[in-house]
């Protein structure tokens, strides 16, 4: 719990001090980016209100077997595969992923598969894609990163067999 | 939007044939509490990004973040990510301010990247309890060179597609 308020102090500082480099411009400055800030406010507010209580709904009906069976040590290049796949179709919660990655962990899955897991789950997995980047990003821009994002789980899975870690 | 809508009302109608009306309700008041948790950090986020967005000189930022900015604007981009505090309510946002005041679709994927795969906010907070020690701190090290990976790929892929936005 520490960290979480850790991490609103850092927030709320920042807002701070580059909400007091705005004074510093100009009250005009100020006012128009605290009234553009609360517009964005309000629109992105159902969405994620919509994202939040829906993924409950979502990550419940997903049974976690499913995704932890595919993934075992003799897995191989297969496994990173199905990984990969799975870290994209699992719910985009900030919890979702590393209870599936660490129960796959305990089921005897292997280290570069959960970790090819993990990585396309945090890089693009398609509800946070859906929910989160589209309201605040340009689509073009959203779509763009994700298909950039692709190689990079499979290259994280060769890393992590190259040294054997962890 | 409508997709999600009806996606989230089959499975919570799954649910509820599953669970009765005790998992749905249970479901519900839990993502409610979590909910009202971050809407103060969602309101940050924006302010932070409608801030950065209007106190950033745009000429510098297309030069140290823009297309003709190489490895030193992905850098900057991976760095800027790895530092940025708060969750996706943050990081989006910024990003986005980033995009309209000059930088380029390389050095904000390498920051989104980055802010994804070594910020510290997930990693604390989440992955540290849940993965352990061990796993997170390799996951960490093995994601360091990818957000500057992905930019480059992202430039090179973008100035090929639009060959008319890129730089003279």
Redesign the interface.
């Known amino acids: 719990m520490s960290?979480?308020i850790l991490?609103?102090i850092?927030?709320?500082g920042?807002?701070a001090a580059?909400?007091f480099?705005?004074l510093q411009?100009g009250r005009a400055?100020l006012t128009?980016?605290?009234r553009?800030?609360?517009m964005?406010?309000i629109n992105?507010?159902p969405?994620?209100?919509?994202?939040?209580?829906?993924?409950?709904?979502?990550a419940?009906?997903i049974p976690a077997e499913i995704i932890t069976g595919w993934l075992g040590p003799d897995s191989g290049w297969a496994g990173v595969l199905t990984a990969v796949i799975a870290g994209a179709a699992t719910p985009g919660g900030?919890?979702v992923g590393?209870?599936i990655?660490?129960v796959a962990?305990k089921a005897g899955g292997g280290?570069p598969q959960?970790?090819a897991y993990?990585?396309a789950w945090?890089?693009f997995a398609f509800?946070?894609l859906?929910?989160?980047?589209i309201?605040?990003?340009?689509a073009r821009?959203v779509w763009?990163?994700a298909?950039?994002?692709l190689?990079?789980p499979f290259?994280?899975a060769a890393?992590?067999m190259a040294?054997g870690?962890? | 939007?409508i997709?999600?809508?009806v996606?989230?009302a089959v499975?919570?109608a799954?649910?509820y044939r599953?669970d009765g009306i005790d998992?749905?309700l249970e479901?519900?008041t839990?993502?409610?509490a979590?909910?009202g948790g971050?809407?103060?950090?969602?309101?940050?986020?924006?302010?932070?990004?409608?801030?950065?967005?209007?106190?950033l000189p745009h000429e510098k930022v297309s030069r140290s973040l823009g297309p003709t900015s190489g490895l030193k604007g992905l850098l900057i981009g991976t760095a800027f990510g790895a530092i940025l505090?708060?969750?996706?309510?943050?990081a989006?946002?910024v990003?986005?301010a980033l995009?309209t005041v000059g930088a380029d679709?390389g050095a904000?994927?390498a920051m989104?990247?980055s802010w994804?795969?070594i910020g510290y906010?997930?990693a604390?907070?989440?992955?540290l309890p849940?993965?352990?020690t061990?796993?997170t701190?390799?996951?960490i090290v093995?994601?360091l060179p990818?957000p500057v990976?992905?930019g480059a790929?992202?430039r090179f892929?973008?100035v090929r597609m639009y060959p008319k936005s890129a730089p003279p």
């Open positions: 960290a979480a991490i609103d850092l927030l709320w920042s807002v580059v909400g480099i705005a411009r400055v128009n980016s605290l553009e800030g609360t964005d406010f992105i507010v969405r994620i209100a919509l994202g939040v209580i829906g993924s409950g709904y979502i419940a009906v900030p919890v590393f209870s990655g660490a962990m280290a959960v970790i993990v990585i945090a890089l509800q946070r859906l929910l989160w980047e309201p605040f990003m340009p821009f763009f990163r298909a950039v994002s190689p990079f290259l994280a890393i992590a040294i870690r962890p | 939007m997709v999600i809508g996606l989230v499975s919570a799954l649910v599953r998992g749905v479901i519900l839990r993502d409610l979590l909910f971050i809407l103060p950090r969602v309101l940050a986020g924006c302010l932070l990004g409608a801030f950065i967005a209007e106190i505090p708060g969750g996706p309510f943050t989006y946002p990003a986005s995009l679709f904000t994927i989104v990247v994804t795969l906010g997930r604390v907070a989440w992955e849940i993965m352990g061990d796993f701190l390799w996951r093995i994601s990818l990976l992905a790929l992202g892929v973008y």
